[in-house]
């Protein structure tokens, strides 16, 4: 048992000796030992209770912004990107940096050529942590935020700190944007369909929304720069292959603001088929365990969105047919069972075995307890395996796994 004293001279001491490890570390994790306590305090979604983690503070480094630009996101929201003269973070170039929103910029009042201190936030996203100061030297004018679009030219509005350009998918930043969420590996994983080709997609008219994805030929895609027949097949192959995509990965693939993949996989489990979510209310989806007011009302103001109701009965008639999903509590294989992976699998993607585990009615732990009907060791397993032992928790392979789960979608 450690006080929170020696954990903390613990910390510090490591910090101290980060930059002559043989690895890259970014904190510590501080855990309760005794197993009693582990089984009382439980799980969240994706991690323990009782354990968490102490982050050291992020590398930093002083470097100069050569200017300040401006990106719109799928959503339609404007974010202030510092370009950076390149500096070495922590073993990693950084050339840009986040700088969040108009207010985070007057608050920190960077501005063209300012010199900063610059860290990657987690060890992982730049952003600027603050000007230095240069006495002596003029400085640029203040940064504002542009009153019109970067990438449309539509009048822009405030939303809290948020600056917002409300032209839907007439904004081809968004459109490019939406395009590649939808393809993404989370959602409906259109392998060769990044930023670059939807970007070339859009510009030359010839994707207005996800739905016209489906109507693109080999031909089409042959007029692309950088397609060749081959690639222009396997892109083509990797679009028509989604044509019956599962409910909770098109939910996600949408975009709907706040449905992230686990609320999307919820709501499918919930109401089985697009059909009768498109119909549910406010107060209905508040019944879903976990969806509260702000999602409700997201989810009700994206299918009355007449636009967004367009894009749907479009993708409908280009042949796309959303698959249903039956309810967890419906006689489902693996309905209330609880599975923890260990080691390197190697007949699936991590990702994949965890997605089959939950479409089947299981739920994925990411560590062992009494609870856990099932752990699955790998390759070079870990500490679970011996904390499935000593709880006598039933270890299964990947062979096991595999007859288990089956390997159809």
């Known amino acids: 048992m450690f006080t929170f004293e020696e954990i903390s001279r613990y910390h510090a001491d490591l910090y101290e000796q980060r930059d002559d490890l043989d690895f890259e570390i970014d904190g510590i994790v501080i855990k309760v030992d005794d197993y009693r306590l582990r089984e009382e305090l439980g799980m969240r979604e994706r991690s323990p209770r009782w354990a968490m983690a102490w982050k050291f503070p992020p590398r930093e480094e002083i470097t100069v912004v050569e200017d300040i630009v401006v990106s719109v996101g799928r959503t339609g929201v404007l974010t202030p990107l510092a370009l950076l003269q390149p500096v070495d973070v922590g073993g990693v170039t950084v050339s840009r940096a986040t700088l969040h929103n108009e207010d985070e910029v007057r608050r920190k009042d960077i501005r063209p050529k300012d010199r900063v201190r610059v860290a990657r936030a987690g060890d992982v996203i730049p952003e600027v942590v603050e000007r230095v100061e240069e006495p002596g030297r003029k400085r640029s004018a203040p940064f504002v935020m542009p009153e019109n679009c970067p990438a449309c030219g539509a009048k822009v509005v405030k939303e809290g700190a948020y600056t917002i350009c409300p032209a839907g998918l007439s904004c081809p930043a968004q459109l490019v944007g939406r395009i590649c969420h939808y393809a993404s590996r989370n959602a409906l994983n259109i392998e060769g369909l990044g930023r670059e080709t939807a970007k070339q997609l859009v510009e030359r008219g010839m994707v207005r929304n996800v739905a016209d994805l489906y109507s693109l030929t080999v031909e089409d895609l042959l007029t692309l720069e950088g397609f060749a027949r081959k690639s222009a097949g396997a892109l ?174």
Request: proline share 5%; net charge positive.
């Open 236 to 409: 083509y192959d990797a679009i028509q292959a989604t044509k019956k995509p599962r409910l909770d990965r098109f939910l996600y693939a949408l975009g709907i603001p706040l449905v992230g993949e686990r609320t999307a996989r919820l709501l499918a489990r919930r109401y089985g088929n697009l059909a009768a979510l498109r119909q549910a209310t406010e107060e209905d989806l508040m019944q879903t365990p976990e969806i509260g007011p702000e999602i409700a009302r997201s989810v009700v103001a994206f299918f009355r969105e007449k636009e967004n109701r367009e894009v749907l009965a479009a993708l409908e008639k280009n042949g796309v047919e959303v698959q249903p999903q039956r309810d967890n509590a419906v006689g489902l294989p693996l309905q209330g069972k609880t599975f923890v992976f260990t080691g390197s699998l190697q007949r699936f993607r991590r990702e994949e075995a965890k997605e089959r585990v939950e479409a089947l009615g299981g739920r994925i732990a990411s560590s062992v307890s009494k609870k856990t009907d099932y752990v699955v060791a790998g390759a070079d397993p870990g500490g679970k395996l011996d904390d499935a032992r000593r709880l006598g928790v039933q270890v299964i392979n990947e062979e096991e796994f595999e007859r288990m789960i089956g390997r159809s979608p």
